[in-house]
C-alpha cells in the first residue's frame, strides 16, 4: 500500500523568500540531479491560514521505501551540505504526516 507523507516547514516570518532561493537554485537542483524527485508529489507554499510555510508531500511503495529514500537522501552531499545546512535555520518547526489513501477517490 502506497504511503504519502506530507512535510510542513513553518519557518521563521520574514524568511520565505530567502527559502524559496535556496530551494530554487540548490535544493531542488540536488533532488532533481540525484534523481530523488522521483517520488515528489509537489511542492507548496501557504497562501492563507497558517503563513510562512513550505509543505510537500512524496510518494513511496511502502515503509521501507520511504526509509531507503530519506536515509540515501541524507547521505547524499549535495543535498546536505549545499542545501539542508542553509536551509535548517530558516525553520522555526517542521511537522511530518504520514497518510494513506482512502479506499474511494482520486489519489496522486
Known sequence: MAIYELRT???????MGEAVKLYS?????????GGFDKKLVGYFQADTGTINQLVHMW?????????AHWAKLFAY??????????FRPLVQTQEVKLLTAAPW????
Open 59 to 67: 510518494k513511496f511503495d511502502d515503509d521501507a521505501d520511504r526509509r
Open 105 to 108: 477517490g482520486p489519489h496522486p
Open 9 to 15: 516547514y513553518n519557518l521563521h516570518v520574514g524568511k
Open 77 to 86: 552531499a549535495p543535498f546536505i551540505e549545499g542545501f539542508a545546512a542553509k
Open 25 to 33: 537554485e540548490f535544493g531542488y537542483p540536488a533532488l532533481n540531479k
